[in-house]
């Protein structure tokens, strides 16, 4: 059972990031939800679910709000969950993911931390590809 509560609202997080829906990532979480984007060469510190938010609401603008998790090849980026990791008891997830974008494919890992009862995340942390984040902060100047 608590497997598939974590797996669910893990693909609810994944798809809600894909779909630049606010509300439905701020549903996937604690209401003291931290936020981590990793490697710390790129200077951004953590975040709350505010500040998430907020870099959601600008990812969506610099592209044009077109969803992420599309099948579409004409509405890219898309986004898919390439593997699930789960460790139930320390109640975390690790995913590695995969981005596409208008200048190629992206891969990053994130991993979720849930709550004891596994219907909110309360921490996520995503390591990226420095090279290609930089490219996408640069598109949300």
Known sequence: MA???????????????????????EATLASDAKHDLLPASLG???????GKLEVTKKMASAHGEKPVNVSNSQLTPH????QNI?????RKAALFIE???????????????????????THTVEFVNAEAQ????AKMQ
């Open 3 to 25: 497997r598939e509560q974590q797996k669910d609202l893990a693909q609810k997080f994944v798809e809600a990031q894909g779909k630049w829906d606010t509300s439905a990532i």
């Open 44 to 50: 951004v510190g953590q975040k709350d679910n505010a």
């Open 99 to 121: 981005k596409e974008y208008d200048f190629g494919a992206v891969q990053s890992f994130l991993v979720l931390n849930f709550n004891e009862s596994n219907d909110k995340i």
């Open 134 to 137: 930089k490219k996408l902060m």
């Open 79 to 82: 986004i898919k969950i390439l």
């Open 86 to 90: 789960q460790d139930v008891e320390k």
